[in-house]
């Protein structure tokens, strides 16, 4: 008997099946599916005219050369109207990102929803609160009057910086634009706390302080500059691995060769078009560089710079393009502000210090080849036959996002692309990958707390981990749509002192329990929650989540959020901006509610708590938050935007992602085609205008000039190039014991903190443990050998893992994955941040490792890997 059920057999939609549009609820690439619901006990025919995707499955050949159908792309979930339905979820052909194209991530968008004869059946169903040490059901009007008393009684006698979250700040998963709008109107108005933070950072900020500062928003590009371009650049970006779609439907198309009739279309006359070329920048050889070059060898190049110098290296191509005068002249001289220039110069070109002399510090740093780094700025910069300009796309990605010096490497990127008038062209741009998909709307213009940006704006922003640790001013805190547990740096550190603090708060409920009998009702539970944390150092903690994740373990109060598809969202991808609608297709388990409903709830019981004692001043930043549906969140949000009636040559000064003017009928009607933000009324004839690609006619600056910045100095010798976090490793012999590199990132098959992933069969059985990549020298030297487990360890933390022998890592360095249930790699990391953004170092530490008895197979014997088991009894 299989552990799971398998499906020999998967139901054909009938003609009348509902269809509804949808994206994929994953990565940045926003691929396109449609989701078929009919009721069960109904099927269609095999015929095309007697099933709903017009296939004639009577035919194999013709099956088979049609839609991919999988097992995992089948479902059947509870409607609203609670039948049971149902589904199928398939890639949309006529989606102009993917075009039926599919990963493993989107390919199982139908296995993750909840069902109850499923693994997903662990979703939680119901607000829980903690009785000493284990979670009772409560009614959501208990739940959200205890949060709201709580909340209101912490803010009153501390302050709102007493209050603190770390949330979702991305699209997909449920937490679209109506979720970000709900969160930050609750955190920027209602509360009015400074003490925020993003999913996968310690504070609340931009992770691109470097390019936004240069007058760029990040996402600046479309999809087809990827097919029009002459050179790709992968940034720390393994785009194979993580956005596999855009990278496999249209990068690696260009590079084959099979884009060059679209170029001709785009190009100006007698401009040569030619198959693409690629620079991947990585100190590891990913499947992006092993794919890439298995199709054409002789147009990648790949560098791979020592962990934390890819500032250096940017900054010295721009140097060679400089030298070797392939700049762009006129570009820099038009549309880049000749002040801030000669900063750039001075400063990150070092022209006072000779080409070779400054070559020799690169390359003795950096460990990149001279000739290697000269040859990327040829492919980057070196006109075309004719004169004509390069036409590359720069896409970087978490690989220097979360790397050392995020400010100085961000803009020394951004600005390579400006030196070589890379930005508003036809296959050029420079921007982030993505992560996530965005779904970024907040109340900034009428936020009550102070908000900063970089050091240059305010900044930086305080970093929410080390203050809920070790600030006894931090009195409740918020977790939604985020595992921390798995994900925050240093995060081994970050959990014994959380739980500590959570431990301190249950400890004397539990004792006042003994004395006078649990409490009865919120407002009896309330007080005493406020009179503890009057007394202890306690932290009362809110999870909001879909699944009892691991740092729930520690709440005090759980609530249950709906997920994708359970629910209306919108969000864009990060290739196009492409606005889209997630449409609603089941209901939520249980009493699971969205996330945008229950941040409203909560402030409106604040608000009604102010009104009854006569605090109406306190209670109108509560007010406006009692919304119906998500159609009404979002239009809520866009009045955030600024008045979006401006020209073509006007788009650079309105937001990146304004949306103003757009509602959910709107995006249902045009379904895929969906709307590239920022969008704009055309003045002429009011009709609401999609951005193709930014920064055509301008920059995002006051006086639509690009601003240039000058580098940090830097030294070649190690010791003095990294901070102390890092140089402490090569003192008093910590060099001889923690003699690897460690450096950490994604996997194709395991999405973020794998929330959904542990409950997917085939997930899990590929991806049992978290493992590291070793290469094959330090594994001879060390005598391990793939399917072996090791323990990594250094001066912050441990953790076990599963090695694969390879060549990936350079001897000397090794890679691990950076999340998984079964154990998280980040205990290894540490907390520096940069002190420009407060933005972490995720991708360098130094470790120890070493060989533990027996290996997988063995493990395997003693451990389950049934992903059924959660904490809760």
């Known amino acids: 008997m299989a552990l799971f059920e398998r499906k020999d057999y998967i139901p054909i939609p009938p003609k009348d099946a509902q269809k509804f549009t949808t994206v994929c609820q994953y990565c940045n690439v926003g691929c396109g599916y449609n989701v078929y619901r009919w009721p069960v006990g109904k099927e269609g025919g095999l015929k095309p005219n007697e099933n709903a995707l017009g296939i004639d499955f009577s035919k194999q050949g013709v099956a088979l050369q049609s839609q991919a159908i999988v097992e995992t792309m089948h479902s059947v979930v509870r409607g609203e109207d609670g039948k049971l339905y149902n589904i199928l979820i398939i890639p949309a052909q006529d989606s102009p990102i993917n075009r039926g194209n599919y990963s493993i991530r989107g390919g199982t968008n139908a296995q993750a929803t909840y069902s109850p004869a499923r693994p997903t059946r662990n979703r939680l169903h119901h607000p829980l609160v903690r009785v000493g040490d284990q979670f009772m059901p409560i009614s959501w009007d208990e739940a959200i009057d205890l949060i709201a008393r709580v909340v209101k009684g912490v803010k009153d006698k501390w302050g709102p910086d007493s209050i603190a979250m770390k949330i979702h700040d991305h699209g997909g998963s449920g937490a679209g634009f109506e979720d970000n709008w709900a969160v930050g109107k609750f955190f920027f108005i209602a509360v009015g706390t400074r003490m ?154 070092m022209l006072d210090v000779p080409y070779d002399e400054f070559m020799r510090r690169v390359e003795k ?140 708060l249950t400890r004397y409920l539990s004792e006042q329990a003994k004395l006078a009998g649990e409490p009865a009702g919120s407002e009896e539970r309330a007080r005493r929650i406020l009179e503890a944390l009057e007394k202890t150092d306690g932290l009362f903690m809110v999870v909001i989540n879909m699944y009892e994740i691991e740092t729930a373990r520690d709440a005090h109060v759980i609530l249950p959020a709906a997920g994708w598809g359970e629910t209306p969202t919108t969000y864009i991808n990060c290739n196009s901006r492409l606005l889209r609608i997630a449409d609603q297709f089941m209901a939520p388990p249980g009493e699971a509610k969205p996330d945008w409903w ?26 406006g938050m009692d919304w119906k549906d998500a159609a009404e969140v979002f239009k809520d949000g866009w009045e955030e935007f600024p008045d979006n009636r401006v020209s073509e040559a006007d788009e650079a000064m309105l937001p990146a992602e304004c949306y103003r003017g757009v509602t959910h009928e709107y995006l249902r009607k045009v379904g895929q085609k969906g709307i590239q933000v920022p969008v704009r009324i055309d003045p002429k004839t009011g009709e609401l205008v999609g951005t193709k690609r930014r920064y055509v006619h301008k920059f995002g600056t006051p006086d639509g000039k690009f601003k240039w910045y000058g580098t940090d100095p830097w030294d070649p010798d190690p010791m003095k190039f990294y901070p102390p976090e890092i140089t ?146």
């Open 728 to 873: 402490k490793y090569f003192q008093n012999g910590n060099d001889k014991i923690f003699n690897f590199w460690f450096t950490n990132g994604r996997s194709q098959i395991i999405w973020q903190t794998g929330y959904n992933d542990r409950h997917l069969p085939e997930k899990v059985y590929t991806v049992p443990m978290p493992y590291i990549e070793m290469n094959p020298e330090d594994a001879k030297r060390l005598g391990i050998k793939s399917g072996d487990l090791v323990e990594l360890y250094n001066l912050e933390g441990n953790a076990v893992a599963l090695v694969f022998v390879n060549d990936a890592p350079p001897p000397g360095t090794v890679y691990g994955i950076m999340y998984h249930w079964k154990g998280s790699l980040n205990h290894l990391t540490t907390s520096y941040t940069d002190p420009k953004t407060t933005i972490p170092w995720y991708k360098a530490s130094r470790v120890a490792i070493r060989k533990l008895k027996g290996n997988l197979e063995d493990a395997l014997r003693n451990t389950s890997l049934l992903p059924i088991n959660n904490f809760r009894v």
């Open 196 to 349: 925020l933070s993003i999913h996968n950072r310690p504070a609340y900020n931009s992770e691109v302080w470097g390019q936004r500062e240069r007058g760029v928003h990040e996402l600046n590009y479309t999809y087809e500059d990827a097919r029009l371009a002459d050179t790709i650049v992968l940034w720390g970006a393994n785009s194979f691995e993580t956005a596999s779609v855009f990278y496999t439907e249209h990068m690696l198309q260009n590079l084959q060769g099979t884009t060059i009739e679209e170029k001709k279309k785009e190009y100006l006359k007698g401009e040569p078009a030619e198959p693409g070329r690629m620079i991947i920048v990585d100190p590891r050889r990913t499947s992006s560089v092993t794919v890439a070059e298995a199709v054409a060898p002789d147009r990648v190049l790949h560098l791979r710079p020592n962990l934390g110098t890819d500032y250096v290296l940017a900054n010295a191509i721009a140097r060679v393009v400089w030298e070797k005068g392939w700049w762009d002249k006129e570009f820099v001289e038009k549309r880049t502000d000749l002040n801030t220039f000669e900063d750039y110069k001075k400063k990150s070109l």
């Open 365 to 504: 740093l950096t460990g990149v080849k001279r000739a290697d780094i000269e040859k990327a700025a040829e492919w980057i910069a070196k006109p075309k036959a004719g004169g004509f300009r390069r036409r590359t796309l720069i896409i970087y990605e978490k690989g220097v996002i979360w790397g050392y010096k995020n400010y100085d490497t961000i803009a020394a990127i951004a600005q390579l692309a400006a030196l070589t008038g890379n930005y508003g062209k036809p296959g050029t741009g420079c921007g982030r990958q993505g992560g996530h998909q965005e779904g970024y709307v907040r109340p900034h213009s009428k936020s009550r707390a102070k908000l900063v940006g970089s050091i240059y704006a305010g900044g930086p922003p305080p970093n929410i981990d080390e203050y809920v640790k070790n600030d006894p001013r931090a009195k409740v805190y918020f977790v939604a749509g985020t595992d921390p547990y798995l994900s925050t740096p240093n995060s081994q550190a970050y959990k014994k002192r959380v739980h500590e603090r959570t431990l301190t």
């Open 598 to 623: 229950i941040w409203g709830r909560i402030a409106t019981r604040m608000k009604e708590l102010y009104e009854m004692e006569g605090n109406y001043q306190e209670a109108k930043y509560c007010a």
